[in-house]
């Protein structure tokens, strides 16, 4: 995969008003199971609750592997900052951590499917993908 991973970070406080943050974002592939996972389709009420494990067919329930990316971020005044990365294909998740304004720590989460156009396989075991490359319009 040649073109890199734009990340658009953005900082606010729970009011929604930019906030200036300093921190870090890790990127983590996800260990994807050996073979693709089918959801439940099953039915779900009080007395037939579903399965007991995990749904596997959903990215976001895989372990995390190693890190294969990390870079420190500073959002200007308006709370923005723009990371670049170059992960390869296949399902990632973003850890970001910074601090407070009292010192707490705080960590965001953001699933991504980074996904090759011209591949004749899909690099992510899931059932199923509907995705588009980014439309220019002029």
Known sequence: MDKPVELNV????????P????????????????????????????????PKTPDLSDPN???LG??????GFATDAKGTAKLVFKPGAGAFR?????????GKKVTGRLPLRVLEP???KLAIKVPF??????LAYN
Do not use: C, H
């Not at 953005?10 to 008003?17: A, I, M, N, Q, V």
């Not at 906030?19 to 389709?41: D, F, H, N, S, W």
């Not at 973003?94 to 009292?102: K, S, V």
């Open 129 to 134: 993908l509907l995705a588009a490359p980014a």
């Open 66 to 71: 190693d890190v294969v990316s990390e870079q």
């Open 118 to 120: 011209g591949a004749t």
């Open 61 to 63: 329930n895989w372990e």
């Open 10 to 17: 953005r900082t606010t406080t729970l009011d929604g008003e």
């Open 94 to 102: 973003a850890m970001l951590e910074t601090q407070d304004r009292f």
């Open 19 to 50: 906030q200036a943050a300093e921190g870090t974002v890790r990127i983590y592939p996800l260990k994807a199971p050996a073979t693709v996972q089918r959801p439940y389709m099953g039915e779900v009420s009080q007395y037939r609750p579903g």
